[in-house]
C-alpha cells in the first residue's frame, strides 16, 4: 500500500502529481504507476518522496505506527457491538494515512478511557475490600445513627429538664463534631490517588519511567561519563517522579543501566559496533559471555540522525522468568504489550526453555513487516548453592528492508504483537 499512502497524503496536502513528481526528479506517469502500486519503491526515491511530503519514509512504506495500529484496532474491537456498523478494521491504515490526527485523537481517547476504567475498577476493589474504609463508614454511620437517636429525643419529648436537655445538646454538639472529623478523613483517604491520576493521567509508575528512556533514547550520557554518580541528576530533570513508587522504580532501571555502561563503556562499545556493522554475533566476545549485556547494551547507543551517524534502530524487550514482561525499548511496527505478556512466539520466550544459548531468528508481523532478533535467557543474579536461579531473557529487534535472498535460511516465525491483539485467528499457540 505504498503508492495508496503516496497519493492519500499527496491529496492532503492539495498537491498535484505533477508537481510531486517534477519536485522528485521523476515523471508523472512514473509517479502515476507507483501511487497505483504497479511498481515497488524504496531508497533514495522512498526518502525523497517522504521529505517532499513532509513525512518520515516509515510511515510511507510502512503505514501506520504499530502502536497507533494496534489501538485503533482495540477501539474497533471493544465498540463493534455498540455501533450499527462495524468499523473497516481493514482500513485502519488508510484513514492513519490519511487522517494521522484524528487517528491520534481516537487512539488517545481511548487510552484515557482505559485509564479511567480501571481507575474505576480499582475503587470498588478498594471500597469492598479495605479495611480503613470499613471502619470509618462503620465510624461514620455510628455517629449519623446517634446523632439521629438525640435529635428524635429532642423533638418528640417537649417537657424534658433544662439540665437534661443541655446534655443531649452537648452529647449532639460533639456527635456532630465527631462526625465532621471522620467525613474529613475519610475524604483524605482517596485525595492523594485522586490527585495523583488527574495530575499524571492516571500513568502507573513503569509508564512514567518508559517515557523518561523514550525521551531519552534509551541513552544518558551523564551515566555513560559519570556512572551510577549521575542518576540522581538524571531522575531531577525528569517529569513524575515526585511519587516515591515511580522514582524507585527509575532508580533501579537507571542503575542497571549504569552498571551496564561500566562493565561494557560506550568508547569501547561504540567503535566495536560500528565496524561489526552492529551485528550482535560478531561483538559477542566483548560481553565475555555474558549475551545479554551486548544485547543490552546495542539497544543503548545513539541512533542515527541526519545530523550524525550512529546505530539503526533497535527495539528491546525484556522478561523474567514467568514471562511477564519487564522493560521494554518500543520500535515502529513491531508493537511490545505494556503488561503482562508477549506473542508466545517470539524468540524471546524460546530462550527461557534454552538457558545460556543465544537465538537468531526472523519474525514477520501481521502487517507484514519483517525484523531480525536475537534472545537470550541467563540468570538475572548470582547464585548460591542448592539455590534456584532467576532467569531472565532479553530480545534485540531490529527491522529487515527485504526478505532473506538465499533458500537456504529459515522460513520467518509468523507472529504478532500478543494474542490480545493478534489478527492470526488460526495460531496454534493462541491463548
Same mark, same amino acid.
Given at each position: 500500500?505504498t503508492?495508496?499512502?503516496?497519493?492519500?497524503?499527496?491529496?492532503?496536502?492539495?498537491?498535484?502529481q505533477?508537481?510531486?513528481?517534477e519536485?522528485?526528479g521523476?515523471?508523472?506517469?512514473?509517479l502515476?504507476?507507483i501511487?497505483?502500486?504497479?511498481?515497488r519503491?524504496?531508497?533514495k526515491?522512498?526518502?525523497?518522496?517522504?521529505?517532499?511530503?513532509?513525512?518520515?519514509?516509515a510511515?510511507?512504506?510502512?503505514?501506520?505506527?504499530?502502536?497507533?495500529?494496534?489501538?485503533?484496532?482495540?477501539?474497533a474491537?471493544?465498540?463493534?457491538g455498540n455501533?450499527?456498523?462495524?468499523?473497516?478494521t481493514?482500513?485502519?491504515?488508510e484513514?492513519?494515512?490519511?487522517f494521522?490526527?484524528?487517528?491520534a485523537?481516537?487512539?488517545?481517547?481511548q487510552?484515557?478511557i482505559?485509564?479511567?476504567?480501571a481507575?474505576?475498577?480499582?475503587?470498588?476493589?478498594?471500597i469492598?475490600?479495605?479495611?480503613?474504609?470499613?471502619?470509618a463508614?462503620?465510624e461514620?454511620l455510628?455517629?449519623?445513627?446517634?446523632i439521629?437517636?438525640t435529635a428524635?429525643?429532642?423533638?418528640?419529648?417537649?417537657?424534658?429538664?433544662?439540665?437534661?436537655?443541655?446534655?443531649?445538646?452537648?452529647?449532639l454538639?460533639?456527635?456532630?463534631?465527631r462526625?465532621?472529623?471522620?467525613?474529613?478523613?475519610?475524604?483524605?483517604?482517596?485525595?492523594?490517588?485522586?490527585?495523583?491520576?488527574?495530575?499524571?493521567?492516571?500513568?502507573?509508575p513503569?509508564e512514567?519511567?518508559?517515557?523518561m528512556?523514550?525521551?531519552?533514547?534509551?541513552?544518558?550520557?551523564?551515566?555513560?561519563?559519570?556512572?551510577?554518580?549521575?542518576?540522581?541528576?538524571?531522575l531531577?530533570?525528569?517529569?513524575?517522579?515526585?511519587?516515591?513508587?515511580t522514582? &524507585?522504580?527509575?532508580?533501579r532501571?537507571?542503575l /542497571?543501566?549504569? %552498571?551496564d +555502561?561500566?562493565? @561494557?563503556?560506550? #568508547? =569501547?562499545?561504540?567503535p566495536?559496533?560500528e565496524a561489526?556493522?552492529?551485528?550482535p554475533?560478531?561483538?559477542?566476545?566483548?560481553?565475555?559471555?555474558?549475551?545479554?549485556l551486548?544485547?543490552?547494551?546495542?539497544?543503548t547507543?545513539p541512533?542515527?540522525?541526519e545530523?550524525?551517524?550512529g546505530?539503526?534502530p533497535?527495539?528491546l524487550?525484556?522478561?523474567?522468568?514467568?514471562?511477564?514482561l519487564?522493560?521494554?525499548?518500543?520500535?515502529a511496527?513491531?508493537?511490545?504489550p505494556?503488561?503482562?505478556?508477549?506473542c508466545p512466539?517470539w524468540?524471546?520466550?524460546?530462550?527461557l526453555?534454552?538457558p545460556?544459548?543465544?537465538e537468531?531468528?526472523?519474525i514477520?508481523?501481521?502487517?507484514?513487516?519483517?525484523?531480525?532478533?536475537w534472545?537470550v535467557?541467563?540468570p &538475572?543474579?548470582?547464585m548460591?548453592?542448592g539455590? /534456584?536461579?532467576v %532467569?531472565? +531473557?532479553?530480545? @534485540?529487534?531490529? #527491522? =529487515?528492508?527485504?526478505?532473506?535472498a538465499?533458500?537456504?535460511?529459515p522460513?520467518?516465525?509468523a507472529?504478532?504483537?500478543?494474542?490480545?491483539?493478534?489478527?492470526?485467528?488460526?495460531?496454534?499457540?493462541?491463548?
Amino acid at each position: 500500500m505504498t503508492g495508496n499512502r503516496i497519493r492519500e497524503r499527496r491529496l492532503v496536502l492539495g498537491m498535484k502529481q505533477a508537481d510531486l513528481a517534477e519536485a522528485v526528479g521523476i515523471s508523472a506517469s512514473y509517479l502515476n504507476l507507483i501511487e497505483h502500486n504497479r511498481r515497488r519503491i524504496g531508497g533514495k526515491l522512498l526518502v525523497a518522496l517522504a521529505r517532499v511530503l513532509a513525512v518520515e519514509p516509515a510511515q510511507l512504506s510502512e503505514g501506520a505506527d504499530a502502536t497507533l495500529y494496534d489501538a485503533l484496532q482495540s477501539v474497533a474491537r471493544d465498540h463493534a457491538g455498540n455501533l450499527d456498523a462495524p468499523p473497516e478494521t481493514e482500513r485502519i491504515d488508510e484513514m492513519a494515512g490519511r487522517f494521522p490526527g484524528w487517528a491520534a485523537l481516537i487512539a488517545a481517547q481511548q487510552k484515557r478511557i482505559a485509564a479511567l476504567d480501571a481507575m474505576v475498577e480499582g475503587l470498588r476493589d478498594r471500597i469492598g475490600h479495605d479495611p480503613l474504609l470499613a471502619e470509618a463508614m462503620h465510624e461514620v454511620l455510628s455517629s449519623v445513627a446517634a446523632i439521629r437517636s438525640t435529635a428524635d429525643i429532642l423533638v418528640r419529648e417537649a417537657d424534658i429538664d433544662a439540665v437534661w436537655r443541655g446534655r443531649f445538646h452537648r452529647n449532639l454538639h460533639e456527635e456532630a463534631e465527631r462526625l465532621s472529623t471522620r467525613a474529613t478523613a475519610l475524604i483524605r483517604h482517596f485525595e492523594p490517588d485522586a490527585a495523583k491520576a488527574d495530575a499524571r493521567a492516571a500513568s502507573t509508575p513503569t509508564e512514567t519511567v518508559e517515557a523518561m528512556f523514550e525521551a531519552a533514547g534509551h541513552h544518558f550520557p551523564e551515566i555513560e561519563t559519570h556512572g551510577r554518580a549521575a542518576i540522581p541528576l538524571v531522575l531531577s530533570r525528569a517529569a513524575g517522579m515526585e511519587d516515591l513508587a515511580t522514582r &524507585a522504580l527509575g532508580e533501579r532501571w537507571l542503575l /542497571a543501566y549504569a %552498571m551496564d +555502561a561500566a562493565r @561494557l563503556p560506550l #568508547p =569501547v562499545m561504540r567503535p566495536a559496533a560500528e565496524a561489526a556493522g552492529y551485528d550482535p554475533a560478531l561483538l559477542l566476545g566483548l560481553g565475555q559471555g555474558d549475551v545479554a549485556l551486548v544485547l543490552r547494551r546495542l539497544a543503548t547507543l545513539p541512533r542515527q540522525t541526519e545530523a550524525a551517524a550512529g546505530a539503526p534502530p533497535f527495539g528491546l524487550a525484556v522478561c523474567d522468568g514467568s514471562g511477564a514482561l519487564i522493560f521494554r525499548r518500543r520500535l515502529a511496527a513491531f508493537s511490545i504489550p505494556r503488561f503482562g505478556a508477549g506473542c508466545p512466539l517470539w524468540p524471546l520466550y524460546r530462550a527461557l526453555g534454552r538457558p545460556g544459548q543465544p537465538e537468531m531468528s526472523l519474525i514477520e508481523m501481521p502487517q507484514g513487516a519483517r525484523f531480525r532478533a536475537w534472545a537470550v535467557s541467563q540468570p &538475572a543474579a548470582p547464585m548460591g548453592f542448592g539455590e /534456584a536461579p532467576v %532467569m531472565q +531473557a532479553v530480545m @534485540l529487534l531490529t #527491522p =529487515v528492508a527485504e526478505a532473506p535472498a538465499t533458500d537456504h535460511q529459515p522460513p520467518a516465525i509468523a507472529a504478532g504483537p500478543g494474542c490480545h491483539l493478534c489478527p492470526r485467528m488460526g495460531c496454534a499457540a493462541r491463548r
